[in-house]
């Protein structure tokens, strides 16, 4: 377990994702520290539903106060992640690729890149994990099942840290979900946008065989 008592979550981002992780990790008892863009303000609606374990915040405070972070935005904007504060620290990337949305960013069109490589690349000092970033954003709260169940659904990681792996695994465990671990982060383009695991519901197996099946052009 990843002990939720005692643990803040800081969380960059406050949309579709970063409001679901934050529901289901105060209902864990996690402690959540939230932000946006636009300001802790325009948050308040979003806060007062999740109570007292919540708070909203700068993106740098919310970095700061996390024992870990889970980074959820526009990709497009991963350059505005706060560095400093996260330093050291394991950081669980959400963030997909949409060049409709992001615009055209060649070394990912070339392969030469992962989305989660540059969140990595962008944080040097910080421990980048995968996560979340196949599923839904309301299947987060209601796809989890116990631990052992019968076809429980799977997600992905990928990390160059194995501590940050393994943290994800233990917070997929608590939100209901088995975990694949692809392995290094140069390999995480196996479950990003249009390939095989992709956004589809899968058990272990059935991940493992959609994570093989993928290849390197979409
Ligand atoms: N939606 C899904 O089901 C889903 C599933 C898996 C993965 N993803 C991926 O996860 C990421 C987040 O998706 P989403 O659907 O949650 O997006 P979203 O609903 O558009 O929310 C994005 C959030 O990021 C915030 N944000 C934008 N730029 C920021 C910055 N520079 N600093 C701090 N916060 C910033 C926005 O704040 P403001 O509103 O104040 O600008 C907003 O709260 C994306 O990369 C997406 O592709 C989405």
């Given at each position: 377990m990843v002990a939720a008592h005692m643990t803040t979550i800081g969380i960059i981002g406050a949309g579709h994702i970063g409001s679901q992780v934050a529901r289901k990790a105060v209902e864990l008892g996690y402690d959540v520290v939230i932000s946006n863009s636009?300001?802790?303000?325009?948050?308040a609606d979003l806060v007062a539903e999740l109570g007292a374990k919540a708070r909203a915040a700068t993106p740098a405070e919310a970095a700061a106060a996390g024992d870990f972070a889970v980074v959820t935005v526009p990709?497009?904007?991963?350059?505005?992640?706060?560095?400093e504060p996260l330093a050291g620290k394991i950081v669980i990337d959400t963030n997909n690729y949409y060049w409709e949305r992001d615009g055209r960013i060649p070394a990912l069109d070339n392969g030469e890149a992962t989305t989660s490589g540059l969140l990595q690349e962008h944080l040097p000092e910080s421990k980048v994990a995968k996560g979340?970033?196949?599923?839904?954003?309301?299947?987060?709260?209601?796809?989890g099942t116990p631990t052992?169940?019968?076809?429980r659904r799977a997600l992905a990681t990928a990390s160059d840290y194995p501590e940050a792996a393994e943290l994800v695994t233990r917070l997929y465990d608590e939100f209901g979900f088995d975990t694949v671990n692809i392995g290094l982060l140069e390999d995480s383009w196996r479950v990003?946008?249009?390939?095989?695991?992709?956004?589809v519901r899968q058990n272990a197996q059935e991940l493992k065989d959609n994570l093989a099946m993928a290849t390197r052009t979409v």
């Open positions: 636009r300001g802790p303000e325009t948050l990709l497009k904007n991963y350059k505005d992640i706060p560095v979340f970033n196949h599923i839904m954003a309301s299947d987060i709260t209601t796809d052992g169940s019968e076809d990003e946008r249009d390939r095989p695991a992709y956004v």
